[in-house]
């Protein structure tokens, strides 16, 4: 979720194994930024166009379209804070893998909980508390 934009954003770079801050600085061209309207979700063509940004051949683009799919279907069925691939890989056959990913989901979707049953009012400062 970008605060910014008040949604998701898929922010993928052509300099994949790096740290997305680094290539930011380094190489800010080389990130392309989807805001992703959370009530349409993620279209294809978006997806397609930025695979095609990125330089993804013919063959690849239709692939990492299909890993944007799931990818944010994977965020917004798991409540994620986060869903990252890094880095996503053109392989000898032309095919496209997702070598490594990191997923941090919210602490109550782990959990199987609602926030409510997760308060402890033991816990609370009562000082900042009004009748």
Known sequence: MDRTVQGPVNIPS????MDIEQVAHENPSA???LPIDINK?????DAERVAVQLGFCRKGVKQVA?????HY???IEKDANLVEINPLVVLA???VAC???KLDLMTTQILGKKTSELRDITQEDQRG???
């Open 41 to 45: 979700g993620l279209y294809q063509a």
């Open 93 to 95: 056959s032309g095919d």
């Open 14 to 17: 052509s300099q994949g194994g």
């Open 99 to 101: 070598m490594n990913a």
């Open 31 to 33: 990130i392309v930024t």
């Open 66 to 70: 299909d890993i944007f799919q799931k």
């Open 73 to 75: 279907k994977l965020f």
């Open 129 to 131: 508390c009004s009748s």
